[in-house]
């Protein structure tokens, strides 16, 4: 069974500029969570997706949006680009959402803003 | 508050020897997960075990044991008799039954040194 899979795997934006990712989950899970990794703050939740339903959202600025699409894939948008999005953004899937279900990661894709 | 501390930042062990990296949590949920992932420089994050906040039976899965003591709020990992393989980051991650978030530890990155 194929992994998650990020597309693309490294992007280099400029400060103001827009970004999507996407995320493809394994094949018959439901349920993709985007997270945000960098050395100062570590993994942090940006939101999940389940059912084409944003489920839950963490702490970050209305910049950063998503969505899911009805075959499950998962597209983040990143909007006027900061010096500080410069990160690893992973994606991960799991059958359902809910608190019982591991997640399994994808590659992440690394953006670097300059 | 749903917190997860990872207190060893680094750890360097010889091959072969044991260690053991700590993981303590907080939480207000009743039930709840907890997780262990093992990010490899290749940066995937590897998922490696749930634990049931009603199960306190240790694990142990070949060279790998986790010990959960709710008492403590600790959910430990050994790793015994060290490979150079095992060089990576471990994360411990938390998810409760209210909120659903994933709360991730900052990491102990492990070097295993031949």
């Known amino acids: 069974k194929a992994g998650v899979t990020q597309t693309p795997r490294y992007l280099i934006k400029t400060r103001g500029q827009q970004v999507t990712l996407s995320c493809s989950p394994i094949?018959?899970?439901?349920?993709v969570s985007w997270y945000q990794q960098t050395p100062g703050q570590g993994l942090q939740f940006l939101f999940e997706?389940?059912?084409?339903?944003?489920?839950n959202k963490g702490n970050f600025p209305g910049r950063f949006s998503g969505r899911q699409f009805s075959n499950s894939r998962s597209e983040m948008n990143v909007s006027t680009l900061e010096l500080g999005d410069s990160a690893l953004y992973l994606c991960?899937?799991?059958?359902?959402?809910?608190?019982?279900?591991?997640?399994?990661f994808g590659p992440g894709t690394r953006l670097t803003v300059t | 508050a749903q917190k997860v501390t990872q207190a060893q930042t680094e750890i360097s062990v010889v091959e072969k020897e044991d260690v053991t990296l700590d993981c303590v949590y907080e939480?207000?949920?009743?039930?709840?997960?907890l997780f262990w992932y093992k990010q490899p420089p290749s940066g995937e994050l590897v998922f490696l075990i749930r634990?049931?906040?009603?199960?306190?039976q240790n694990e142990i899965s070949g060279r790998y044991s986790w010990n959960f003591q709710k008492s403590t709020s600790s959910f430990n990992f050994t790793i015994t008799a060290s490979q150079v393989v095992d060089s990576a980051v471990y994360f411990c991650?938390?998810?409760?039954?209210?909120?659903?978030?994933?709360?991730f530890g900052t990491g102990t990155s492990l070097t295993v040194i031949p």
């Open positions: 991960a899937s799991s059958l359902a959402a809910g608190y019982s279900y591991e997640q399994y």
């Open positions: 094949s018959g899970h439901r349920s």
């Open positions: 997706y389940f059912s084409e339903t944003q489920r």
């Open positions: 939480t207000r949920d009743t039930t709840y997960y």
């Open positions: 634990r049931n906040s009603f199960d306190e």
């Open positions: 991650a938390l998810r409760g039954n209210t909120g659903n978030q994933f709360y």
